[in-house]
């Protein structure tokens, strides 16, 4: 497992990447399996290390409810920072798009592992809150382009 | 005698002159009762719409290919939107992609 690459690591020696990877849990699922749900209850968060994982949320078309593809996760990506992350929901459905592998990190024995090595906890708490900075401009960015659109379609 | 039995036969010859006359006729309306009857095409009642606006209809396109049109347009965004953070101006900003829900 240490030769998983992820940002969510850097800065860390490689004992410590070890370390930190060894409280991973292997998980597996095949295409189209379903990894977590809207709303439910989020006890652990997950690093993609093989294959593709697609983030959707719900919109209405036609009188029916769609999946809508929000995001896919890569091999090194994380996934349900929800778990990590005060309320504890998750707040999107996630499914593999293809046959994928996880590791499955719940958060007692990050929060643990963390307690013991507060050093490790700074660094990957640090890499998770960039991580989830750069995804928070991303999705800004793209509702201000939407938003741009409706105006001028409203107002033009 | 022979003048009634003249008579007679005239008469009967033209009883079947006037038969055979009446068969024609009738024969001639039952082919023209056969032929399809013509309909007279009316436009469909418009009230106050206009031809125009039938043209602008267009089938709904399946959900299928739209859900396949939305996925395509969230990554072309998603494309755009990291363009932006690389390099953050206002051109890039509102910079236009292939998206097919945009066209």
Redesign the interface.
């Known amino acids: 497992m240490a030769s998983v690459q992820t940002d969510l690591l850097n800065g860390l020696s490689e004992e410590d990447r070890a370390g930190f990877l060894a409280l991973g849990v292997p998980t597996r699922l095949a295409s189209r399996q379903t990894l977590f749900r809207l709303g439910t209850e989020a006890d652990r968060a997950y690093l993609v290390t093989r294959g593709r994982i697609a983030l959707t949320l719900p919109?209405r078309?036609?009188g029916?409810e769609?999946e809508?593809?929000?995001?896919e996760t890569l091999p090194g990506e994380t996934v349900g920072w929800s778990g990590l992350v005060p309320p504890h929901r998750f707040t999107l459905n996630a499914a593999a798009a293809i046959d994928s592998e996880l590791l499955g990190f719940s958060r007692t024995s990050v929060l643990d592992h963390f307690a013991a090595h507060p050093a490790v906890g700074h660094t990957v708490t640090r890499n998770l809150a960039a991580v989830i900075g750069?995804r928070l401009?991303?999705?800004q960015?793209?509702w201000?382009?939407?938003m741009?659109?409706v105006v001028e379609q409203r107002y033009s | 005698m022979v003048m009634f039995a003249t008579i007679l036969m005239m008469s009967l010859l033209a009883v079947a002159a006037c038969a055979a006359a009446f068969a024609a006729a009738t024969r001639d309306e039952s082919h023209s009762e056969a032929q399809p009857e013509r309909r007279v095409v009316l436009d469909p009642p418009r009230f106050f719409a206009s031809p125009a606006g039938k043209a602008a209809e267009t089938p709904p396109v399946p959900v299928e290919v739209l859900l396949s049109q939305i996925e395509r347009h969230v990554r072309l965004e998603q494309v755009a939107a990291e363009a932006y953070l690389d390099l953050p101006t206002r051109e890039s900003l509102h910079s236009r992609t292939g998206s097919p829900l945009l066209h």
């Open positions: 919109l078309i036609r029916g769609e809508i593809l929000v995001e750069h401009q991303v999705f960015t793209m201000l382009r939407e741009q659109r």
